[in-house]
């Protein structure tokens, strides 16, 4: 992945419903395995309460202004980011 995209979660619902949330920075994922340079990878993470009319989620790529317009899952649901 290049620094030009960012992922994001696409949550499905039984009834045709789809909603986009952007992924959060979650840490580093080092391979320490094999010798020196170790690769290192960014890692995500996002959240969204399941309910039975969940169907699924899929991951994807949108370029950084597509994926900054998309909100963000918090503990109290989905906001938008905050724009500075």
Do not use: K, N
């Not at 994922?29 to 399941?50: A, K, N």
């Not at 202004?65 to 503990?75: K, Q």
């Amino acid at each position: 992945m290049t620094t030009d995209h960012e992922p994001y979660a696409l949550y499905a619902f039984r009834d045709s419903r789809e909603v986009a949330v952007a992924m959060h920075r979650d840490g580093l994922h080092i391979d320490l395995s094999g010798p020196p340079p170790w690769p290192v990878q960014i890692t995500f993470r996002c959240w969204m309460e399941m309910c039975p009319a969940s169907h699924g989620a899929h991951l994807g790529l949108a370029d950084r202004a597509g994926a900054a317009g998309l909100p963000v899952s918090t503990v109290d649901g989905l906001r938008l980011r905050e724009t500075a």
